[in-house]
Nanobody, 121 residues
Framework: VQLQASGGGLVQAGGSLGLSCAAS????????VGWFRQAPGKEREFVAGISWNGERTNYADFVKGRFTISRDNSKNTGYLQMNSLKPEDTGVYYC???????????????WGQGTQVTVSS
C-alpha cells in the first residue's frame, strides 16, 4: 500500500496550494481519507477528512472556509485545496487512509510520506 502526497511548496500568505494524495495497493474507494499536518516542534494535527464516497467532510476549525477536501475514486486520488494560506499553516502535510470516521491519527492505518508546505509572511 502506498499513499503519495504531493503539491507542497513555498507560497506567500494569502496564496493557494493544491495537494494531492495518490493511492495504490488498496481499494481506495473503501477508505475514508484524512489530511493531517505537523508544524515544527508541534504535534501532528487533524486538518480535514472525507468519507469513502465523498458525501461527508469534516474540517478542523482553523481551516474551515479556507480549505476544501475532495476525492476522485476513479483516479484513486484525494485532494486538499488550500486557499487564503497563513504563515501558521506551515508544516508537513500528510494524507492517511482509514476504515472509520475519525480525527485521531491513531485511528488511521495507512500514511503517506508527507509534503512540505511553507507559507511566508
Amino acid at each position: 500500500v502506498q499513499l503519495q502526497a504531493s503539491g507542497g511548496g513555498l507560497v506567500q500568505a494569502g496564496g493557494s496550494l493544491g495537494l494531492s494524495c495518490a493511492a495504490s495497493g488498496l481499494t481506495f474507494s473503501n477508505y475514508n481519507v484524512g489530511w493531517f499536518r505537523q508544524a515544527p516542534g508541534k504535534e501532528r494535527e487533524f486538518v480535514a477528512g472525507i468519507s469513502w464516497n465523498g458525501e461527508r467532510t469534516n474540517y478542523a476549525d482553523f481551516v474551515k472556509g479556507r480549505f476544501t477536501i475532495s476525492r476522485d475514486n476513479s483516479k484513486n486520488t484525494g485532494y486538499l485545496q488550500m486557499n487564503s494560506l497563513k504563515p501558521e499553516d506551515t508544516g508537513v502535510y500528510y494524507c492517511a487512509a482509514d476504515g472509520g470516521w475519525s480525527t485521531r491519527e491513531d485511528d488511521y492505518y495507512y500514511w503517506g510520506q508527507g509534503t512540505q508546505v511553507t507559507v511566508s509572511s
